[in-house]
């Protein structure tokens, strides 16, 4: 099957002169999680390619984005996810192939396989940062390596390590922390095509898992699903999840009574990490030691981290400092963008957007520089780009999009807006038009209509006053 996935990649690139090599020319593929996925992801890296793992989730307008972006010169995707890939395909003149078609060995194999040096561009991972359309990161095969090397260290990773995988895999959480982890650990990893909570309490109850990673949602939702079983089932379950040996959680904070009811569920306290696309894992709650809760911990081998004002100097333990990043593992640049990579560094740290304090060396994060970015869910939601969509409803003169505290999703996306008449919009009117726009994730859950939106003095909207307001 490799063979075959090598010879079919390199010979429908399009361009004879990458018959050998794929010359990080980029590859997007549209696959549910399991064996198809990480054959895909790997072959695309041994053929030289560059690896663009769709979201399945997304419509075809952000998957058509994203497309137009890369330039990819091919798309493989699953036959359940095709219909929304072949007018994209068809329109650009791509090659659009079947991933059951690929998998199919045929005997096929390629003529030679190119040197893949680590400096190489491996895959681009989308997130939404300041701006109002997401940003394609690029990372290295160098990096990747360090991330990896890093984690297995820091988390202890066994070649008799079993997971479950039931994060995105378009995602860094998904992709590093819990799949390429696994694999190079020669570890175990069992993929979910979605999350579900009683399929994922019956593999955390059958006592064959030693490892579990999650964001805040999940774990907020695994204790509800606890909570409505019968008390014979919730000791059973109780008793397994206890002969695990790690469970972390990350992508979004993590409420102290979350991890406090989850502790008394199953006797773990959650190790709770910090990172991002652009940087991966760089603060870390210890393996062994105390984790505090409400914490991120502190630099992983090989990070660097400062803490600076707004004019880069660094600031005492006890004075909030924007998170600054430095070493082996961060990204090399944000696709096509030299200038927002260039605005992303200062004097060669990453600067992180994120706002934390060092109590006896342990970090803790008060929030972020930027007010337009949500973390939902897991997910990092830029709120300018949904209020560029939102602005182009009939009903809508202005709107603002703002992050409301919430104990399931960490945040949820709220939009005030100003009606362009006399008829308001209803929430699930809004969502069911905005759902052609944009991914799930990032549809409004709150509404809250205003005669006019608050400003300051040069004009910006005060988003901290509408959170109060909702």
Request: proline share 6%; with cysteine.
């Amino acid at each position: 099957m490799a063979g075959q996935l090598l010879a079919r990649l390199l010979a429908e690139s399009g361009d004879p002169r990458r018959r050998d090599d794929l010359g990080e020319a980029r590859v997007a593929f549209l696959v549910p999680p399991g064996r198809s996925y990480v054959a895909l992801q790997w072959a695309i890296w041994r053929a030289g390619g560059v690896a663009v793992p769709l979201c399945t989730a997304h419509p075809a307008a952000e998957l058509d984005y994203v497309l137009e972006d890369t330039e990819a010169v091919l798309v493989v995707a699953a036959s359940s996810f095709a219909g929304r890939l072949v007018p994209l395909c068809e329109r650009r003149g791509l090659p659009l192939l079947a991933a059951e078609d690929l998998l199919t060995d045929r005997g096929e194999r390629p003529s030679s396989l190119p040197q893949v040096v680590d400096t190489r561009r491996a895959m681009i991972l989308y997130t939404s940062g300041t701006t109002s359309r997401p940003k394609g990161v690029v990372w290295t095969h160098a990096g990747l390596t360090a991330q990896v090397k890093t984690l297995t260290t820091a988390w202890g990773w066994r070649d008799d390590d079993c997971t479950l995988c039931v994060l995105p895999l378009h995602h860094v959480h998904g992709i590093v922390n819990v799949l390429t982890c696994a694999l190079w650990s020669g570890a175990c990893c069992e993929l979910l095509a979605k999350f579900d909570t009683e399929a994922v309490w019956d593999r955390l109850g059958s006592g064959e898992l030693t490892l579990f990673m999650a964001v805040p949602t999940i774990y907020y939702r695994l204790i509800r699903g606890w909570e409505a079983k019968a008390p014979a089932e919730r000791e059973r379950l109780s008793a397994a999840t206890r002969r695990m040996r790690l469970m972390v959680s990350g992508s979004a904070a993590l409420p102290v009574r979350t991890l406090e009811r989850w502790r008394e569920i199953t006797g773990h306290t959650l190790l709770e990490r910090y990172g991002m696309t652009e940087i991966g894992m760089a603060l870390s709650n210890p393996l062994v030691g105390e984790r505090v809760a409400g914490a991120v911990g502190s630099p992983l081998p090989g990070v660097e981290i400062q803490r600076v004002d707004r004019k880069g100097r660094r600031v005492a333990d006890d004075q909030p400092g924007e998170i600054e990043v430095r070493g082996p593992g961060l990204f090399r640049e944000y696709w096509r963008q030299p200038q927002a990579t260039a605005a992303s560094f200062r004097d060669g740290w990453f600067r992180t957007g994120d706002v934390a304090v060092v109590e006896k060396g342990i970090y803790r994060i008060l929030g972020r520089a930027s007010v337009d970015i949500i973390k939902s869910g897991g997910y990092k939601i830029s709120a300018l780009e949904i209020e560029a969509e939102l602005r182009d409803h009939p009903q809508i003169a202005d709107c603002a999009v703002v992050g409301i505290p919430d104990p399931e999703w960490g945040e949820r996306v709220g939009v005030a807006l100003v009606c362009a008449g006399d008829e308001e919009p209803e929430l699930d009117e809004l969502r069911t038009w905005a759902r052609e726009r944009l991914a799930t994730y990032k549809l409004p859950s709150r509404l809250l209509v205003v005669d006019e939106l608050p400003r300051n003095v040069l004009g910006k909207v005060t988003k901290l006053a509408l959170v109060e307001r909702f």
